[in-house]
T-cell receptor, first 114, second 109 residues
């Protein structure tokens, strides 16, 4: 049983839709991350939050909008996505954003943009 | 640019030993991580190396040579459940993780 949960597990949306991905961690961690995983490509770090403050935004298009209301919850709001945004979106958490703190991943949301 | 190279796919036999290599070119080095990811599941942490040498953890061992920009993950006494993707990641000078694309390991009976 993972300490990081993500909903929904699968999502199909049109390019004009608005949807949100949710991540929740039950590990008492202070750092949370969003990653994009495309087939046969490296994990791409999208956003990092440390103690609810955004500390990294790796040139992510504005059609992806993160929200971190508290240290246990992380959202990724999606609007006017493109077909190339179809991927597995992984959430992770760690005790702090220090590199040596192990990141624990959720199972991901498989997103398909039509 | 920064780059992590690992083989795309490997095949091995149940009960055997397999070595998965990872080479890296990064701006600085702050540790190397190996993660395991079963199909459709979350990546899970396997090992962390920051000093040269071999770290052993049960059937899995991880080796690092910083001078060569090289690491390998060694899996012994392979089991069918070891079929998964194995991800190599390196901490760069900005303390960010740079990820490889992963190696898909297929175990055959």
């Amino acid at each position: 049983e993972t300490g990081v949960t993500q909903t929904p597990r699968h999502l199909v949306m049109g390019m004009t839709n608005k949807k949100s991905l949710k991540c929740e961690q039950h590990l008492g961690h202070n750092a949370m991350y969003w990653y994009k995983q495309s087939a046969k490509k490296p994990l791409e770090l999208m956003f990092v939050y440390n103690f609810k403050e955004q500390t990294e935004n790796n040139s992510v298009p504005s059609r992806f909008s993160p929200e971190c209301p508290n240290s246990s919850h992380l959202f990724l709001h999606l609007h006017t996505l493109q077909p190339e945004d179809s991927a597995l979106y992984l959430c992770a958490s760690s005790r702090t954003s220090e590199l040596t703190d192990t990141q624990y991943f959720g199972p991901g949301t498989r997103l398909t943009v039509l | 640019g920064q780059n992590i190279d690992q083989p795309t796919e490997m095949t091995a036999t149940e009960g055997a030993i397999v070595q998965i290599n990872c080479t890296y070119q990064t701006s600085g080095f702050n540790g190397l991580f190996w993660y395991q990811q079963h199909a459709g599941e979350a990546p899970t942490f396997l090992s962390y190396n920051v000093l040269d040498g071999l770290e052993e953890k049960g059937r899995f061992s991880s080796f690092l040579s910083r001078s060569k920009g090289y690491s390998y993950l060694l899996l012994k006494e392979l089991q069918m459940k070891d079929s998964a993707s194995y991800l190599c990641a390196v901490g760069d000078s900005n303390y960010q993780l740079i990820w490889g694309a992963g190696t898909k390991l297929i175990i055959k009976p």
